[in-house]
């Protein structure tokens, strides 16, 4: 069978035949057919809007890779800042190699006072810490003169580093801020994960890290570091693509991922668990849901239409964490949604399954993380997949300034009419 598409434009009866690599055939066969013609694909939902190599993802079949390792195998034996390495450098790194990383990304970590003293003592005190965040991740930039150097290697290296080691550093001093904490400066001996908990919740002298919770963290970072061409990591694109350095690329990424529909869908799953109550509740709310009245949040997606592959590793992670906080008493309401959902023909026929959402407010909530702040623990990880997207689309050279077309529906040329003969 040939692996080639042709395509007649039936106006001028011409022909274009080109090749189908990997499932994708270019748009330019459409410029040569008529370069006035344009396809319609609202959310580009059959558009690949780039060449990548750093994450697979088959949804159909609940695959997820970075890299070509299974996030399974990532999941039980790396650790977030290995996989760092790994998506934003393309190979596991050696233990020499990831010493060097983890020494540059660990004393990195602490952020100019003027961000905390003037910058973030700014907001008003019940500031969503999501907003907070996204707006310090677009400040940091301007603490840094070669942040606009996106050219030179170096310079793009630096911004990397700063960008993954600094954004725990910000997510936590925006928590601390909210609640009128003092705000703790990094502690360099711990790891990625325990130094964040570290920032979060020490007061006084004798905190120390739960290494299961620690551990959980790492899993919990290592499964939202990345996932392809997502909605935030589309605005990195978009906004890289004109050339704005890193770190107002990654604020226009955080903004995507703040929405419910995204990062803020794990806040929205616990507030929908709350407003259900009870299990004897569940029937009747996903009646509601099916009548149109609202979604099941933490249930769908774009991509997977097969159970979420990350989802089975939270789930599994949930239990563990509450073996040492305790059970969330929530998680039997999740339990019997998602049992009642996975048996109902209305969820089964439109392949909805639970997401990475569905479990992770969960384990959040039990370890104390008010929900504001959840959708800033996934930008926290997020943030490497972002800056792996930018450094691919930067050495691309298919690639320019982002720019799509419309389909323009308004009216046809009118006069402008003075405001005494409108109606
Ligand atoms: N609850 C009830 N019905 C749903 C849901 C849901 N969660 N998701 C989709 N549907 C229905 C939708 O009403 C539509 O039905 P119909 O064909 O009768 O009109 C059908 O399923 C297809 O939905 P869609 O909106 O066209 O699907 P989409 O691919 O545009 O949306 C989604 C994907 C994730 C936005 C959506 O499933 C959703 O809103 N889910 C809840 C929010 C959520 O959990 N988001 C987290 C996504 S995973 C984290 C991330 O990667 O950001």
Same mark, same amino acid.
């Given at each position: ?29 459409? /410029? ?34 970075? /890299? ?39 004393? #990195? ?14 907001? #008003? ?61 990094? @502690? ?19 905190? #120390? ?17 990345? #996932? ?23 604020? %226009?990424? %955080? ?94 026929? /439109? ?14 909530? %039990?370890?104390?993380?008010?929900? @504001? ?14 800056? %792996? ?8 050279? @298919? ?25």
């Amino acid at each position: 069978m040939p692996e080639t598409i042709t395509i007649t434009d039936d106006r001028s009866g011409k022909t274009v035949t080109v090749p189908i690599e990997g499932g994708v055939f270019p748009a330019s066969a459409i /410029r040569e057919l008529d370069p006035s013609l344009f396809v319609y694909d609202p959310a580009y939902m059959q558009t690949a809007s780039c060449r990548s190599s750093i994450t697979y993802l088959d949804g159909g079949a609940g695959i997820l890779r970075y /890299r070509g390792y299974p996030i399974e195998q990532l999941a039980e034996h790396s650790s977030f800042l290995e996989v760092a390495y790994l998506l934003l450098h393309g190979d596991l790194p050696t233990s020499e190699q990831l010493s060097t990383w983890t020494h540059d990304v660990t004393h #990195h970590t602490f952020i100019h006072e003027n961000m905390r003293k003037r910058f973030v003592d700014g907001f #008003h005190y019940d500031a969503h810490p999501m907003g907070m965040f996204v707006s310090a991740v677009a400040a940091l930039g301007t603490f840094y003169d070669g942040a606009k150097e996106i050219h030179d290697e170096e310079s793009c290296r630096k911004q990397v580093l700063r960008l993954i080691a600094k954004t725990p550093t910000i997510a936590a001093m925006c928590y601390r801020f909210s609640v009128g904490l003092p705000f703790n400066y990094p @502690d360099n001996d711990l790891s990625f994960p325990a130094n964040f908990l570290s920032m979060m919740w020490k007061v006084g002298d004798d905190y #120390h890290v739960d290494p299961v919770l620690e551990r959980a963290m790492d899993i919990l970072f290592i499964l939202h570091a990345d #996932h392809e061409q997502n909605c935030g990591t589309t605005a990195m694109r978009v906004v890289g693509s004109s050339h704005a350095d890193p770190y107002s690329s990654a604020a %226009a990424a %955080a903004s995507a991922l703040y929405g419910p529909l995204h990062g803020g869908a794990n806040e929205a799953v616990v507030r929908m668990l709350n407003e259900i109550g009870s299990i004897d509740q569940v029937p009747a709310f996903i009646d509601s849901v099916k009548a149109g009245e609202g979604r099941l949040m933490g249930f769908g997606h774009r991509v997977y239409k097969n159970y979420d592959p990350r989802a089975t590793i939270i789930k599994k992670t949930a239990y563990d964490v509450f073996e040492v906080t305790g059970k969330n008493p929530l998680l039997d309401i999740a339990l019997k949604l998602e049992e009642v959902a996975l048996a109902d023909p209305y969820f089964v026929d /439109r392949k909805l399954y639970p997401n990475v959402d569905f479990y992770s407010g969960l384990i959040y909530q %039990a370890m104390n993380f008010p929900v @504001d702040m959840f959708t800033v623990l996934f930008a926290i990880p997020r943030t490497v997949g972002w800056l %792996a997207h930018w450094q691919e689309l930067l050495a691309d050279g @298919d690639q320019r300034i982002s720019r799509p077309r419309q389909w323009y529906v308004g009216p046809e040329e009118r006069d402008y009419t003075p405001i005494s003969a409108r109606s």
